[in-house]
């Protein structure tokens, strides 16, 4: 796959660099995408990475950066235009060091979400990022894309638990900001910009990573609820209760637990007729029980009619296997395979309205089942829209655009979001076109022409390229 | 004060903006600038906001926005170069909308924290800010600077409690981006970028703004520790007891309580001769009393032999007498009349050794009196210098730059920031150049400058200008 101007790229890159193509390094979770390479990259150190975007940005090559290569997007995935360098952070996967007493730790880019949790956890803390992928997403990706995932409800997203980063700009320059400070107001905020920016601005080699003390106690439950808008007062209820301490706040939908029990019948499903249930952690001080503090909150619910049954977890295993559940509807829904998937965020007032209004458009329009499930406590929901049964999902090829476009513009309409947690990526940035203030599209194309004026970072991902400034496609000349 | 290129802008600019000169415009709290301006908007819309701008920019003139004028760094006061356009927000000050269920309050730029604040608790809501200038301090300006304040530990700074925002930028195009939602990545972090760039990048007119629901037990206690090291062992131990329940854990020197016996012997000292004292906050679930909480947590500390002393606030009455001692050290300090001030913030792991050894130096150097207090669970300390008993602080004059100097190559070597909530303004700008990384500097001024191609927003601010480029001193011709 070699080509002459490879070539001589590959030989200004740092020795032993440079690694064997393989299919992995050119797909995506969700079979969407399949990219194209010129040269794959793997280096070891902050200052290979900084020789190697020097090297590409001399020969106008675009560097698609890849972690764990989870994304949803495909952001990692480059299948048009000139054929990118992929950069690969899989050798760098160091614990830079760890500082229980101030709850901060230091990792390398690639190190994975799962690595990094295991390390705070050896030291008695917990990094409280939590996603379904985490024994593969690296942490450098999940600051790229500013993952999400169960626990953002009490301890934000990626971003919140950020406290510095080390990156390599597009000029091949390194910013040195490694900082284990929680307050530092010296000048532009260049970490929040590079995080969420997926790889277009530049690439986060190391981040300082906030920990926290796990909680004393905590506790599990599972909760039938008569409708998403008993959900929302629950969870409301449950905030006035927990003082803070709700972690997670998940909404299950009827329909996640019949694909569960159509494609994955061994997993056990506590309320297995329930049309809406939710499950909450909270996570509680010392001297205050889970059980007392559930069951009052519990009782407290159903006098307000929010709840038709529910049951706390009795056990560090009976949590474990309502989380369970949760954590397989999204491989109960790949077996039964979506037509279109929906990664939304609305006001937490808008929710309810939302999946009633379009669920009958959708219904209106076309013979299809919907699973709606997600991280209600972030506004956050998973819209998938699956074949009716019995059908198969190529026979909804034609109308797979119209639908998503029917969910989007209903989501937008009430001051929704296209991407609550999984970004723009290449899949999305016709709907950032579309839908995103101007004036801030045209302040991010402002900031990406001057921190890249070459374009070669993520050619393509979260915005279209401007013409003639395509990297490898010619561009002007160098200043 | 108006010369001919004032009249022609006063010309351009929308009808009723304009204001009489006044005083309270130039200056700022410490009395360290007095800056000039040319005219004093003061619009009323967004719109009207966006006219300014785009007349200003026209013109080339420099625009100073100005919210409580509570900041400390002179970001606020321009003193050299031509005379700016200060655009007060102080007619911009309506709630434009409030929805508890979804703890989201939208507030205009000009709105004093207090008033925020005061709207959240009418619906039962809590905006967590605090500082002690709230009644003046705008919320536009706690945004533009990234204020911290007391309870930053819990809630975070200002960013954190952000979800979106409305902004003018230099060209005069307005960014609509007042999402209520928690979840959002659809693109760059342009919210984040705003907030903490002091005015220099755009002007925020309005922010959607996250609310909590009050804890509903808080307890407040006041506790005298050995030394420093053993504060922050307690603040380490209140953390694994309250299960993130620390509202505030406020560090209080000896000196502090003696400034206060001395300046204002009316306020209440519970604990009157401790060298070092430790204020706290807690704010726990339903079902936890914050006494029984609160014991538990001191019975363990004494064990542990990290407390001499300790007293529980019995009453409402006795926490706000415990708050009003912290909060009138600041006032106490102004009596006194500080050499110099440091708004500095460590690793928490350094701080011990940094108040030793910097203690040391100073004491070797010169002889002065330090006090030391501030919000220890941030890593945060206003480090204050004044002059020893007897002597007045211009005695110091000639010493100022070097104590300064002193304080802040310690706090750098020990990996820490020389503003940790004060931001840069005008009066820090030299040390970030001088500090700051490189890389970082460098992609901070790419992206000033092509966001504000003009340098027309607060010029002089947080990075020095550009030879060449100073708002209404010439400047390239226009594109």
Redesign the interface.
């Known amino acids: 796959m070699l080509n002459p101007a490879d070539d001589k790229l590959a030989a200004a890159l740092p020795k032993g660099v440079l690694r064997p193509m393989a299919p992995a390094y050119l797909e995506e979770p969700r079979g969407r995408y399949f990219g194209k390479a010129g040269l794959i990259a793997a280096p070891r150190t902050t200052d290979e990475v900084a020789a190697v975007v020097k090297a590409c940005a001399e020969a106008r090559v675009g560097i698609v950066a890849r972690g764990g290569g989870t994304g949803l997007v495909g952001g990692q995935i480059m299948a048009k235009g000139p054929a990118p360098l992929i950069l690969s952070l899989e050798r760098m996967t160091a614990l830079r060091g760890i500082?229980p007493?101030?709850?901060?730790l230091i990792a390398e880019a690639g190190m994975t979400l799962q690595a990094v949790r295991d390390a705070a956890e050896a030291q008695g803390r917990l990094f409280p990022l939590s996603l379904a992928s985490q024994g593969s997403a690296a942490i450098g990706g999940c600051l790229a894309?500013?993952a999400?995932g169960v626990t953002?409800?009490?301890y934000?997203?990626a971003?919140?638990l950020c406290l510095g980063i080390e990156a390599v700009?597009p000029d091949g320059?390194?910013?040195?900001?490694l900082?284990?400070?929680?307050?530092?107001?010296?000048?532009?905020?260049?970490r929040?910009?590079l995080?969420?920016?997926e790889g277009t601005?530049g690439i986060i080699t190391a981040a300082s990573l906030k920990l926290?003390?796990p909680?004393?106690?905590v506790g599990v439950a599972m909760l039938e609820v008569p409708d998403p808008s008993a959900a929302?007062s629950l969870l409301?209820l449950a905030?006035?209760?927990?003082?803070?301490?709700v972690t997670a706040f998940e909404l299950i939908g009827g329909q996640g637990l019949a694909f569960l029990a159509e494609t994955l019948p061994e997993i056990r499903r506590p309320l297995p007729d329930a049309a809406w249930s939710v499950l909450i952690e909270v996570?509680?001080?010392?001297?205050?029980s889970p059980d007392?503090?559930l069951e009052?909150?519990l009782t407290d619910a159903m006098e307000r009619g929010l709840l038709s049954d529910g049951m706390i977890a009795q056990s560090g295993q009976q949590a474990d296997g309502f989380w369970h559940l949760r954590e397989h509807i999204p491989e109960a829904n790949r077996r039964i395979g979506a037509v279109a998937s929906h990664d939304i965020?609305?006001?937490?007032?808008e929710i309810a309205g939302f999946i009633n209004d379009a669920g009958k458009a959708l219904a209106a329009r076309s013979d299809v089942r919907v699973n709606c499930f997600g991280?209600l406590?972030?506004?956050?929901l998973h819209y998938n829209i699956f074949p009716a049964k019995g059908r198969s999902r190529t026979e909804y090829d034609s109308q797979r655009t119209a639908l998503s476009e029917l969910v989007h513009e209903m989501v937008v309409a009430r001051?929704?979001?296209?991407?609550?947690?999984?970004?723009?990526g290449r899949l999305?940035v016709g709907?950032?076109e579309r839908w995103?203030?101007?004036?801030?599209?045209?302040?991010?194309r402002?900031?990406?022409?001057?921190?890249d004026p070459w374009g070669i970072m993520n050619p393509g991902a979260?915005?279209s390229q401007a013409r003639g400034r395509d990297a490898g496609a010619g561009g002007p000349d160098k200043p």
């Open positions: 500082w007493e101030e709850n901060v894309t500013n999400g953002a409800l009490r934000g997203t971003r919140a700009l320059s390194v910013v040195h900001d900082k284990r400070l929680r307050k530092d107001n010296t000048g532009y905020d260049l929040d910009l995080i969420g920016a601005l926290v003390v909680p004393p106690n929302l409301a905030e006035a209760h927990m003082a803070g301490g996570g509680l001080p010392a001297g205050l007392e503090a009052r909150f965020s609305l006001p937490l007032s991280h406590g972030d506004g956050n001051g929704g979001s296209f991407s609550a947690e999984h970004g723009v999305k709907e950032l995103g203030d101007p004036a801030r599209i045209s302040a991010m402002a900031i990406k022409s001057a921190l979260v915005l």
